[in-house]
């Protein structure tokens, strides 16, 4: 199916097939065209041409030579995936994601874990201690 088809006119002339015949024609045109629109027309004209080309392109499809190495390329893909594609992946993840030695590493490297329990008990127990103080309601009796 030519996607060109559909946007034709009978009212115009053509040039056949003759795809450069057609540019040289309409190049003529720009030019006799005012200069301060002729970029303008130029710049349409190319737009068209960039665009039927690739139309041109997609209607005839993919070229034999694409397809053979799409079928290729998906072959090699289904060989590599079907042959243990399970325990190649569950390999690399055990050689290259140590995740609980990678967590050892990070606090090793970067907290003290006794400093930090040390500062959590000494601001838990000032906050506590002085809510507990504030909060102490002495009750003196006396006979």
Known sequence: MNPIRKHTSTMFASRGC??????????????AM??????HAMTALMVFVNTAANA??????????????????????ENWASSNFDSRVESWVEDNLDISEKIQDH?????????????????????????????????????
Not at 34 to 39: G, K, M
Not at 61 to 72: F, H, M, N, R, T
Not at 126 to 139: C, G, Q
């Open 34 to 39: 005012p200069t301060e629109v002729q970029a």
């Open 56 to 77: 041109f392109d997609q209607a005839r499809g993919p070229s034999p030579e694409k397809l053979i190495v799409v079928d290729l390329i998906r072959n090699e893909i």
């Open 18 to 31: 003759d795809i450069d015949e057609a540019l040289v024609y309409a190049n003529d045109v720009i030019t």
């Open 107 to 143: 606090y090793n490297d970067n907290v003290d874990i006794d400093n930090s329990i040390v500062e959590w008990m000494n601001e838990y127990l000032e906050s506590h201690v002085s809510d507990a103080i504030n909060n102490i309601e002495l009750v003196v009796r006396a006979r």
